[in-house]
């Protein structure tokens, strides 16, 4: 889901970090996209990032935690995605 995001080509120590963690510590790396986006969800409504890509992260850490049936975090996450939803209508 987040190799979307990853370009290899671009030839940036922070994008080989972020694979690295995606693939070698997968848990812990949602597990702090979690506790980022749960804590500061404002940063994510009003993020630069488009809309559509805020909702595809958030899509896939919803899959993530409903595979480990974190449904706590999954609701969280779906109030996170509707803030997003309601302030691109507005």
């Known amino acids: 889901m987040f190799m979307n ?4 080509r671009r030839d940036s120590p922070f994008y080989g970090m972020m694979a690295s ?3 070698t510590h997968k848990d812990q790396f949602y597990q702090a996209l979690y506790e980022a986006v749960s804590k ?3 940063y994510v409504v009003l993020s630069d990032l488009e809309s559509d ?10 899959q993530y935690y409903e595979a480990k049936e974190s449904y706590e975090k999954c609701a969280t996450l779906l109030n996170i995605k509707k803030e997003i939803e ?3 209508e507005n």
């Open 40 to 42: 500061h969800p404002s």
């Open 5 to 8: 995001f990853y370009d290899p």
């Open 53 to 62: 890509k805020k909702i595809k992260v958030l899509d896939g850490m919803i």
């Open 21 to 23: 963690l995606i693939f």
């Open 86 to 88: 309601e302030y691109v």
